[in-house]
C-alpha cells in the first residue's frame, strides 16, 4: 500500500504543492522580508508543465499567488530567475529592452556527470553514497572558498533532487553582481575545464611563476585525504588499464612514465594505492634540485586537483538571467524533493535518504485518520512528515536573511561597511 | 545625466554652464570619467562630425581585437588615429587642449545616445571606450594621471604595514614586480621580494577588480581583495566601465523619451550602424568619385577580376559568366562598382552587352541600355550614384545575386569559394580556419580584410597591416588598394594594357 503511490504522477505531484510545498518560506528566502518586495514581485519563474511545455516569465504577487498558480498548471519543476527592472509577467506589453535583470543570488551547480570521466562507480544519471564523496569534497572546497575569499555568509546548499548540488548565495553584494563580476568568480574557482576530453587533461593553475595560487593551494591541502580515501581506495580510480593510463598521461617524465607501465603491466593486480606509492617512489628517486623534480612534484599536484577539486558548471554561474531549479521541487526521474543540505553534516548526508513524494504522502495519510484531533492547517502538514527538518533549514536561512534586512531598514549605514 | 543630454540634444541655449570651469580650465587633465553631460550649444554639424570622428577610432578598436592585435599593436594603431581624427594633448602642449577637451566630451556622449539602445551595442560601445580609455590613461603623463586620479574616490583603503605582514605569504606568492631584468633566476627573485618590500597596498572589494580576480592575480579575504599600488590603473578601468554601463542603462531606459524633432534620430541611427562594418568608408569622396587618369577597358575586366577583385564582386563576376546575366540588383552593385573602378560608359555598355550572350541586340538595348546608363547619371534624375559601400552591402536584405559572401554563404561553400578564387593569389586551406572563426564572430569586414593580406603577402603586406593600415570597408577600397600594389610593383604603366596585350 505504501509504495502504491507514483511519484511522478501529477496527481501525486498535486497533492505535493497543495499540502506539502513551503511556499511561504521559499518567499521569505527571496524576499527577505516579510512584505512583497521587487525582489519577489519582478522575479521570474519559469514552469515546466507535464509534455515538457515551458513557460517563462512568470511572476507573483505573494506567496499565495505563487501556490494558486501552482496548484492551477501543476507544473512537474519549476525554476527561479533574477529580479527585472519591472514584473516579468508584464514582458509583452514593456517596450522591448526595458525588461532587464538586476539583482539575482549567486548561483553554482555542481554535477556529478561532469565526474563521470574520474568514478568508477556509477556513470551519466546514477548516483550512489559512494559517488556523492565527490560531491562533498566539492561542497567543502566551494563553502570555504566563499566563506573565506569572498567573504558571503548567506549560502545555502540544495540537493538537486538526482546527482548534484546547487548553492544559492544571497548575500546583498552577491545579489547584485554583474554578469562579468560573476565570470570573474567562476575564473577564481575553476581548476579542471570541463567539456572535450584533450581540454579535460589541463588545469588552468599554473601562471608564469609556476607555483600554485594560494586559494589552490589552500585546497589542495583539503583535498589530499579526499584524494587518498576516494580515489586511491574506494573508486580505485587507477586500477583498470584505461585508469592508469589516464594518470600516466600527466607524467611529464617519459622515463617515469615507462618505468611504471613497464611495472604495472607485470602486475595488473596492483591497487590505485600501490601504484600511487610507486609513482612516489619514481619521483624521490629524481634529483631533488633538479628541474623535472619540480615539474614531477607539479605533476602530482595537478593530478590530486584533477581527480577531487570542484567540477563547476560554469555557465549557471555567469549569468544574472540563468534559470536554476528552486527548492523543494521533485526531481521528475526520481521523485526525490530537492531539499537543503547543511554543508557542515554533508559527508552524512546520503541522496537515496532524501525523501520522494510518495514517502511524504504515504506519511500523511498515515497521519491523517488519528482520532480526536482538528483537522491540521497546512502548515501542520509538513510537521508530520520527513520534510520537516528541511524545511526548517530553509526557515533559518531565511529569518538569517530577513535579520539582516532588518537591521539595514534601521540602521541604512551599517551595510555600508565597504 | 540623461535630462541633460536631452537639453544639448535639443540644443537649448546654457550660458550657465559655460560658467562651471573649474580652476579656470574646465577640463583639467587630458583623462574624462565623463561623469558629467556637455552643457554647451553645438551645431548638427558638430554633433555628426565629431561622433563620426570618435566612431571611427572605436570601429579600430573593435577591428583590432577581432584580429587578436596584441596590446603595443592596438595602442599603436589607435595612437595614430587618435592622433588622425580626435588628438588629446596634455596641459603642456601649444595646441587647443580646451577644444580637443570638449570636442572628446562631447562625442563621447553623442555615441552613447547611439549606442544605448541595445544589450550588444551597449556591450560594445563599453568595450571599445574603455580600452580607448587604457589606452589614453597609459600615454598620461604621469602628473596628469595622479591629478586625475586625486580628483576622485575610487573607494580603496590603504593597508597598513601589519595587515601586509599578516598575510605576507600569500601576497608575495601573487606578486609580480614590473619586468625585472635580472637573467638568473635566484636574482631575479630578490628583486621581486625588494620590489615587494616597496609596494604600497591598498584594499577594494572584490567585485571592483574582477580581472585580477578571474586570473587569481590578487588575493583575497573576505571579499576584499589586496591590490598591489602598480595594479591601480586595474582599479580605475574597472570603475570607468562600471560607471558607463550604469549611466548607458539609464540613457536606454529614457531615450523614449527623447523629446526630439527629426534632426538627430536618423543621425543616431546612422551612427549605431557604423559598428557594423566600421565607418562607412568615405572612400569615393577622398579618392576622388572617379578613379582618374587610366582608361579601363571592357576586355581587361576579367584579368582584374582574377587579381583585385574582393570576394563579393567575385562572386557576381562569376556569376555573370555563368549564367550570362545577373538581376537587378547584382546589375546595380557590380554596376557602380565597375564605374567608380574607371569604365566608362561606353566601355561599360560594351562589358554589359558582350556578357549577356543570350539577350538579343534589341532586348539590351531596350531593358538594359538605359538602366547602365541611369548608373553612370546620364538618365532619369541624372544623379551622380556612389558605388555601394560594404554596409550597404552587409545590410541590404536582398542577396540573390548580390550581397557580402562572408555574410551570406554557409562555411563550406565561402570556404570553397575562397579557395577557388584566391588560392592562386596564394591563400592556403590553412588560413581558412582563421577567417571562418573570424566569420564566425560576425567581423564580415574583418575576415575580408584578412584575405586581402593574405592574397597579398607576396607584395610585402603583413599581417595587420591592411589596406595602407586601414580595414575594408569598401569593396572599391580593397580593389584599387590591390591595383596600387601591383603597379608598384609592377612599375607605373598602363596596368590594363600591360595585362590585355
Known amino acids: 500500500?505504501?509504495?502504491?503511490?507514483?511519484?511522478?504522477?501529477?496527481?501525486?505531484?498535486?497533492?505535493?504543492?497543495?499540502?506539502?510545498?513551503?511556499?511561504?518560506?521559499?518567499?521569505?528566502?527571496?524576499?527577505?522580508?516579510?512584505?512583497?518586495?521587487?525582489?519577489?514581485?519582478?522575479?521570474?519563474?519559469?514552469?515546466?508543465?507535464?509534455?515538457?511545455?515551458?513557460?517563462?516569465?512568470?511572476?507573483?504577487?505573494?506567496?499565495?499567488?505563487?501556490?494558486?498558480?501552482?496548484?492551477?498548471?501543476?507544473?512537474?519543476?519549476?525554476?527561479?530567475?533574477?529580479?527585472?527592472?519591472?514584473?516579468?509577467?508584464?514582458?509583452?506589453?514593456?517596450?522591448?529592452?526595458?525588461?532587464?535583470?538586476?539583482?539575482?543570488?549567486?548561483?553554482?551547480?555542481?554535477?556529478?556527470?561532469?565526474?563521470?570521466?574520474?568514478?568508477?562507480?556509477?556513470?551519466?544519471?546514477?548516483?550512489?553514497?559512494?559517488?556523492?564523496?565527490?560531491?562533498?569534497?566539492?561542497?567543502?572546497?566551494?563553502?570555504?572558498?566563499?566563506?573565506?575569499?569572498?567573504?558571503?555568509?548567506?549560502?545555502?546548499?540544495?540537493?538537486?533532487?538526482?546527482?548534484?548540488?546547487?548553492?544559492?548565495?544571497?548575500?546583498?553584494?552577491?545579489?547584485?553582481?554583474?554578469?562579468?563580476?560573476?565570470?570573474?568568480?567562476?575564473?577564481?574557482?575553476?581548476?579542471?575545464?570541463?567539456?572535450?576530453?584533450?581540454?579535460?587533461?589541463?588545469?588552468?593553475?599554473?601562471?608564469?611563476?609556476?607555483?600554485?595560487?594560494?586559494?589552490?593551494?589552500?585546497?589542495?591541502?583539503?583535498?589530499?585525504?579526499?584524494?587518498?580515501?576516494?580515489?586511491?581506495?574506494d573508486q580505485d580510480c587507477f586500477a583498470s588499464e584505461s585508469g592508469y593510463e589516464t594518470l600516466l598521461e600527466f607524467i611529464p617524465n617519459a622515463t617515469v612514465v615507462s618505468n611504471l607501465r613497464n611495472a604495472w603491466e607485470k602486475d595488473p593486480e596492483r591497487s590505485s594505492e600501490d601504484k600511487w606509492e610507486d609513482l612516489k617512489q619514481q619521483v624521490k628517486q629524481v634529483d631533488r634540485n633538479s628541474p623535472q623534480r619540480v615539474q614531477l612534484k607539479q605533476a602530482?599536484?595537478?593530478?590530486?586537483?584533477?581527480?577531487?577539486?570542484?567540477?563547476?558548471?560554469?555557465?549557471?554561474?555567469?549569468?544574472?538571467?540563468?534559470?536554476?531549479?528552486?527548492?523543494?521541487?521533485?526531481?521528475?526521474?526520481?521523485?526525490?524533493?530537492?531539499?537543503?543540505?547543511?554543508?557542515?553534516?554533508?559527508?552524512?548526508?546520503?541522496?537515496?535518504?532524501?525523501?520522494?513524494?510518495?514517502?511524504?504522502?504515504?506519511?500523511?495519510?498515515?497521519?491523517?485518520?488519528?482520532?480526536?484531533?482538528?483537522?491540521?492547517?497546512?502548515?501542520?502538514?509538513?510537521?508530520?512528515?520527513?520534510?520537516?527538518?528541511?524545511?526548517?533549514?530553509?526557515?533559518?536561512?531565511?529569518?538569517?536573511?530577513?535579520?539582516?534586512?532588518?537591521?539595514?531598514?534601521?540602521?541604512?549605514?551599517?551595510?555600508?561597511?565597504? | 545625466m540623461f535630462k541633460a543630454g536631452e537639453r544639448k540634444a535639443n540644443i537649448v541655449s546654457r550660458t550657465a554652464a559655460e560658467s562651471s570651469y573649474v580652476s579656470g580650465l574646465k577640463y583639467p587633465v587630458p583623462l574624462n570619467f565623463y561623469d558629467k553631460p556637455p552643457l554647451f550649444d553645438i551645431t548638427i554639424e558638430e554633433f555628426e562630425t565629431c561622433a563620426l570622428d570618435r566612431l571611427r577610432i572605436l570601429a579600430e578598436i573593435e577591428s583590432s581585437a577581432a584580429r587578436n592585435r596584441t596590446w603595443e599593436e592596438l595602442t599603436k594603431v589607435i595612437s595614430a588615429q587618435c592622433e588622425k581624427y580626435m588628438p588629446l594633448k596634455d596641459n603642456s602642449s601649444m595646441t587647443d587642449i580646451h577644444g580637443q577637451r570638449r570636442r572628446d566630451h562631447l562625442s563621447h556622449f553623442v555615441l552613447r545616445l547611439a549606442f544605448c539602445r541595445s544589450e550588444d551595442l551597449r556591450k560594445r560601445y563599453i568595450k571599445a571606450e574603455t580600452q580607448l580609455f587604457k589606452i589614453r590613461y597609459e600615454e598620461c603623463s604621469h602628473a596628469d594621471k595622479e591629478a586625475f586620479l586625486n580628483s576622485r574616490d575610487f573607494g580603496c583603503l590603504s593597508v597598513s604595514t601589519e595587515e601586509k605582514e599578516k598575510y605576507r605569504e600569500q601576497l608575495l606568492s601573487v606578486y609580480f614586480s614590473p619586468r625585472s631584468e635580472a637573467a638568473r633566476e635566484a636574482a631575479r627573485e630578490a628583486a621581486r621580494e625588494a620590489a615587494f618590500e616597496k609596494e604600497k597596498y591598498l584594499k577594494v572589494r572584490w567585485a571592483r577588480v574582477p580581472d585580477l580576480v578571474e586570473k587569481r592575480r590578487v588575493f583575497l579575504h573576505g571579499g576584499w581583495a589586496y591590490v598591489p599600488g602598480l595594479d591601480q590603473s586595474s582599479i580605475v578601468f574597472q570603475e570607468f566601465e562600471s560607471k558607463l554601463d550604469k549611466a548607458l542603462e539609464t540613457t536606454a531606459r529614457l531615450l523614449p523619451r527623447l523629446d526630439e524633432d527629426e534632426r538627430l534620430v536618423p543621425v543616431l541611427e546612422n551612427l549605431a550602424q557604423g559598428f557594423l562594418t566600421g565607418v562607412p568608408s568615405e572612400w569615393i569622396a577622398e579618392n576622388g568619385a572617379q578613379v582618374s587618369g587610366e582608361e579601363l577597358k571592357a576586355e581587361s575586366i576579367d584579368e582584374l577580376a582574377k587579381n583585385h577583385y574582393p570576394l563579393c564582386m567575385k562572386t557576381i563576376h562569376d556569376r555573370l559568366r555563368r549564367d550570362q546575366h545577373l538581376k537587378h540588383f547584382g546589375r546595380l552593385q557590380y554596376g557602380l562598382f565597375l564605374k567608380v573602378l574607371g569604365l566608362s560608359v561606353e566601355e561599360a555598355v560594351v562589358f554589359w552587352r558582350k556578357s549577356f550572350k543570350r539577350i538579343t541586340d534589341d532586348k539590351f538595348n531596350k531593358e538594359y541600355r538605359y538602366n547602365i546608363r541611369h548608373l553612370y547619371g546620364l538618365e532619369g534624375k541624372r544623379a551622380n550614384y556612389p558605388a555601394k559601400n560594404c554596409l550597404q552591402i552587409l545590410t541590404s536584405g536582398n542577396t540573390t545575386d548580390c550581397g557580402c559572401p562572408y555574410r551570406t554563404f554557409t562555411p563550406e561553400n565561402l570556404n570553397t569559394a575562397l579557395l577557388s578564387a584566391y588560392a592562386p593569389l596564394g591563400l592556403k586551406a590553412s588560413d581558412l580556419t582563421e577567417i571562418t572563426q573570424t566569420v564566425k564572430n560576425s567581423h564580415f569586414h574583418v575576415a575580408c580584410t584578412r584575405v586581402f593580406e593574405i592574397t597579398h603577402a607576396s607584395y610585402g603586406v603583413k599581417k595587420g597591416e591592411a589596406i595602407g593600415g586601414e580595414s575594408v570597408t569598401h569593396p572599391n577600397q580593397y580593389a584599387s588598394g590591390s591595383r596600387e600594389l601591383w603597379k608598384k610593383v609592377h612599375g607605373g604603366g598602363d596596368l590594363d594594357m600591360a595585362e590585355v596585350t
Open chain 1, 300 to 418: 602530482m599536484e595537478d593530478i590530486i586537483l584533477h581527480y577531487t577539486y570542484p567540477r563547476i558548471d560554469a555557465e549557471v554561474s555567469k549569468h544574472r538571467n540563468h534559470l536554476l531549479k528552486a527548492p523543494f521541487c521533485i526531481h521528475p526521474k526520481t521523485g526525490r524533493v530537492c531539499v537543503p543540505v547543511d554543508p557542515s553534516k554533508i559527508d552524512e548526508f546520503d541522496p537515496e535518504k532524501v525523501p520522494t513524494v510518495s514517502q511524504l504522502l504515504t506519511e500523511l495519510d498515515e497521519f491523517i485518520p488519528v482520532d480526536g484531533e482538528e483537522k491540521p492547517s497546512d502548515e501542520d502538514l509538513v510537521e508530520r512528515t520527513s520534510l520537516r527538518p528541511y524545511v526548517q533549514m530553509l526557515d533559518q536561512h531565511a529569518a538569517g536573511l530577513m535579520t539582516v534586512k532588518r537591521e539595514t531598514k534601521q540602521d541604512p549605514d551599517a551595510a555600508l561597511t565597504w
Open chain 1, 1 to 233: 500500500m505504501a509504495n502504491q503511490i507514483d511519484s511522478s504522477a501529477p496527481e501525486a505531484m498535486l497533492m505535493f504543492y497543495r499540502k506539502l510545498y513551503p511556499f511561504k518560506s521559499i518567499y521569505n528566502w527571496l524576499n527577505h522580508d516579510q512584505m512583497p518586495t521587487k525582489l519577489f514581485t519582478h522575479r521570474e519563474f519559469a514552469f515546466t508543465l507535464q509534455g515538457d511545455v515551458y513557460l517563462r516569465y512568470k511572476s507573483f504577487n505573494s506567496a499565495e499567488d505563487l501556490k494558486k498558480d501552482i496548484c492551477h498548471l501543476n507544473p512537474t519543476r519549476f525554476e527561479i530567475g533574477p529580479v527585472y527592472s519591472a514584473r516579468p509577467r508584464d514582458k509583452k506589453t514593456i517596450r522591448p529592452g526595458g525588461l532587464t535583470p538586476l539583482l539575482r543570488e549567486l548561483v553554482f551547480d555542481i554535477d556529478m556527470t561532469d565526474y563521470d570521466p574520474v568514478r568508477t562507480c556509477c556513470s551519466e544519471a546514477n548516483i550512489c553514497k559512494r559517488c556523492w564523496a565527490f560531491i562533498s569534497a566539492a561542497v567543502k572546497v566551494l563553502d570555504h572558498s566563499i566563506r573565506d575569499h569572498f567573504g558571503y555568509e548567506k549560502l545555502l546548499w540544495v540537493y538537486s533532487g538526482r546527482r548534484g548540488i546547487h548553492l544559492w548565495i544571497s548575500d546583498k553584494e552577491a545579489m547584485e553582481l554583474t554578469d562579468q563580476q560573476r565570470k570573474a568568480i567562476v575564473g577564481w574557482m575553476n581548476v579542471v575545464s570541463i567539456g572535450s576530453k584533450e581540454a579535460s587533461k589541463r588545469l588552468n593553475i599554473r601562471t608564469a611563476s609556476k607555483v600554485l595560487p594560494p586559494p589552490i593551494q589552500d585546497a589542495l591541502v583539503q583535498l589530499v585525504s579526499t584524494f587518498t580515501d576516494l580515489i586511491l581506495e
